[in-house]
Nanobody, 127 residues
Framework: QLQLVESGGGLVQPGGSLRLSCTATGSTFPFYVIAWFRQAPGKEREGIACISRGGGNTNYLDSAKGRLSISRDNAKNTVYLQMNDLKLEDTGIYYC????????????????????WGQGTQVTVSS
């Protein structure tokens, strides 16, 4: 399994921006689809963005489209999640997860499909 570490969370005012990073150890990272998930207080975890192995295919939660941008740098074993115009409801713990896949275009944000998870990073949007 891939070991993943999230970073970049913090406290931000509504309308602000954050860039989260998901960094992996090992040489197999380029073979993994990566997705970001969010668990808001008192709510179930939901998938918010995913990116295919090569980075050419991405997908976003409908309610977050236009505010999120996911990207990856396979040379740095890192996936980024740029979050803009943050809202109070974006508060939560953000996790990245990975799944090895042979397809270079497959992308999903269904949590049960992923077998490697990070420990999460807290994002708090508050005025």
């Amino acid at each position: 399994q891939l070991q993943l570490v999230e970073s970049g969370g913090g406290l931000v005012q509504p309308g602000g921006s954050l860039r989260l990073s998901c960094t992996a150890t090992g040489s197999t990272f380029p073979f993994y689809v990566i997705a970001w998930f969010r668990q808001a207080p008192g709510k179930e975890r939901e998938g918010i963005a995913c990116i295919s192995r090569g980075g050419g295919n991405t997908n976003y939660l409908d309610s977050a489209k236009g505010r999120l941008s996911i990207s990856r740098d396979n040379a740095k074993n890192t996936v980024y999640l740029q979050m803009n115009d943050l809202k109070l409801e974006d508060t939560g713990i953000y996790y990245c997860a990975g799944r090895p896949i042979t397809s270079t275009t497959w992308c999903s944000s269904t949590g049960t499909l992923f077998n490697s998870w990070g420990q999460g990073t807290q994002v708090t949007v508050s005025s």
